[in-house]
């Protein structure tokens, strides 16, 4: 397709790769769409799709929310206000939650809103279920700070339309049919909504984010990447944070793979939760991670606040 031809269309996506992401998010409502409005579809098969497609539907908040799917920068606020309410907070939470401060582990010297050591529980099984819990508090709380300062006016104003959309459907949804909504649709929405913020602690527990290269931990699985549109590759999102998530597998093989520890590329991240959460009751021991990338191949990397400078600028 010729570039004229994509600058004349801003219904067309920008990557041919984000269809299976707009697919996720088509498939997501139909599900909610079809309990709603379809009382045999009220069973367990498709509410345990709604939660696990919910999820994939704040996958897709975070992938929109660096890299807009679309041409048009209108449909790309759009689509904002619809993925809100699958998962019923507003999207752009994610540019000052996820883009600026979680990319860089810090707040301005204060811990990430979303860091694990924001748990400590004993049995590590705890710090999981509980982790929501903390890091969302955390999180909105730091949003309405960040969103106070001045000069974020346009971002304030999106943020509530997100918010007015994502539960004032929820609200009609509510009122046409309270128990079906609060059972399958409601459920799902904060069954995403958590299991994002626990991926946090999942994906960076026990490494050292003070590091450059081993901060974070991968789950390399082919198939699991396909359906997660390859955040599955961790390490990589957060230093090439402009790279568009279908080109994160092969960076990862050719930048992170010489310089991260083994020990954090996991091939599958149920056997690792298994491993991690249910066969061991006590959380594992911290380990120096970091020596790895020091014996492999040197690469310069832009400072982080250069990095967060950049993050900010394209998430305006």
């Known amino acids: 397709m010729s570039s004229s031809l994509t600058d004349r269309s801003p219904w067309l996506v920008k990557h041919p790769a984000e269809w299976r992401q707009i697919g996720i998010v088509l498939a997501y409502l139909g599900v909610l769409a079809s309990m709603v409005f379809v009382p045999a579809c009220r069973n367990v098969l498709f509410l345990a799709a709604a939660c696990y497609l919910s999820f994939l539907n704040t996958v897709v908040i975070h992938n929109h929310l660096h890299q807009g799917i679309f041409q048009s920068r209108r449909l790309n606020m759009l689509f904002r206000v619809v993925l809100s309410f699958g998962a019923l907070y507003p999207a752009s939470a994610n540019i000052p939650s996820h883009n600026l401060v979680h990319h860089h582990f810090e707040d301005d010297g204060k811990p990430d809103w979303a860091a ?9 099984l705890l710090n999981l279920i509980h982790f929501p819990n903390v890091a969302g508090p955390n999180t909105f709380a730091g949003v309405s700070r960040w969103a106070r300062i001045k000069g974020r006016e346009e971002f304030v104003r999106q943020y509530l339309v997100e918010q007015v959309f994502a539960f004032g459907l929820t609200g009609a949804l509510l009122v046409y049919d309270v128990w079906t909504t609060l059972f399958f649709v409601l459920v799902p929405q904060l069954y995403g909504a958590r299991c994002i913020l626990r991926i946090n602690l999942i994906q960076h527990d026990r490494c050292d984010t003070t590091s450059e290269w081993n901060h974070s931990r991968n789950f390399v699985g082919r198939a699991f990447n396909w359906v997660m549109c390859n955040n599955g590759y961790h390490t990589i999102h957060h230093n090439r944070a402009g790279l568009h998530w279908s080109a994160l597998a092969e960076a990862h093989r050719r930048e992170v793979v010489p310089r991260v520890d083994p020990s954090l590329d996991e091939p599958s991240m149920v056997l690792y939760l298994l491993r991690t959460y249910l066969l061991r009751p006590s959380r594992p021991l911290m380990r120096d991670v970091a020596k790895a990338e020091t014996e492999g191949p040197q690469i310069d ?16």
Request: proline share 8%; aromatic share 8%.
């Open 116 to 124: 694990p050591t924001h748990v400590s529980f004993k049995w590590n």
């Open 301 to 316: 990397l832009a400072p982080r606040e250069i990095r967060r400078a950049e993050a900010e600028a394209a998430s305006a």
